[in-house]
């Protein structure tokens, strides 16, 4: 079983920048993808970023340029850091694990701009 505890969300201005972090735990030899997903009341969840075990990158078009993903091997944690934070960017954001063909999710953390 794979667990995931998410942390970095919170209140900033636009235009400002949040880190948001993922850790896994549980026993895990190797994660394929890693990714975070936001979704905001009455819309559907969508990927944010994405990133595979060979370290390659996906983003949401929204978000290109502004935010970047990274992820660090040897502690199974993946990270969203973002920039020139928008208000429409306001969302619940999850991590999730993709692990032997199953993906896992985080509990989510909100991240909220004020304009």
């Known amino acids: 079983q794979v667990q995931l505890v998410e942390s970095g969300g919170g209140l900033v201005q636009a235009g400002g920048s949040l880190r948001l972090s993922c850790a896994a735990s549980?026993?895990?030899?190797?994660?394929?993808?890693m990714g975070w997903y936001r979704q905001v009341p009455g819309k559907q969840r969508e990927l944010v970023a994405r990133v595979t075990s060979g370290g390659g990158t996906n983003y949401a078009s929204s978000v290109t340029g502004r935010f970047t993903i990274s992820r660090d091997n040897a502690k199974n944690t993946v990270y969203l850091q973002m920039n020139s934070l928008k208000p429409e960017d306001t969302a619940v954001y999850y991590c999730?694990?993709?692990?032997?063909?199953?993906?896992?999710w985080g509990q989510g953390t909100q991240v909220t701009v004020s304009s």
């Open positions: 999730f694990v993709v692990y032997r063909f199953n993906t896992y």
């Open positions: 549980g026993s895990i030899s190797s994660i394929n993808a």
